[in-house]
């Protein structure tokens, strides 16, 4: 059976750092992409950052471009964020995503296959 979770989420001030870190288990990953994607209350599930099964390229959202940083772990089971000079409209539930197959859905939550339950990120101005 395959899990997910997330862990890194908490409280930090307006232009503080935060680093995400995502486990996944119960097969071999090293074919899978894997993202990011976060929630913020009332919003629908948005894509953040995504990274290819290889590690070797990797997309961001704009808003985001410049202050995280995606990277896989060298088993490539692990996906980081690190997360620098956040702000208050970073403010959101984070996930963390697998996905099985490489498509044209990346960017958006229908492309993936497995989830963690998420961590929370919340950004005080």
């Known amino acids: 059976q395959v899990q997910v979770v997330e862990s890194g989420g908490g409280l930090v001030q307006t232009g503080g750092s935060l680093r995400l870190s995502c486990a996944a288990s119960?097969?071999?990953?090293?074919?899978?992409?894997m993202g990011w994607f976060r929630q913020a209350p009332g919003k629908e599930r948005d894509f953040v950052a995504r990274?290819?099964?290889?590690?070797?390229?990797?997309y961001y959202v704009d808003s985001v471009k410049g202050r995280f940083t995606i990277s896989r772990g060298n088993a490539k089971n692990t996906v980081y964020l690190q997360m620098d000079s956040l702000k208050p409209e970073d403010t959101a539930v984070y996930y963390c995503?697998?996905?099985?197959?490489?498509?044209?859905?990346?960017?958006?939550?229908?492309?993936?296959?497995?989830w963690g339950q998420g961590t929370q990120v919340t950004v005080s101005s």
């Open positions: 995503a697998v996905a099985k197959y490489s498509s044209g859905w990346l960017d958006v939550p229908r492309g993936y296959n497995y």
């Open positions: 990274i290819t099964s290889s590690g070797g390229n990797t």
């Open positions: 119960g097969r071999t990953f090293s074919n899978y992409a």
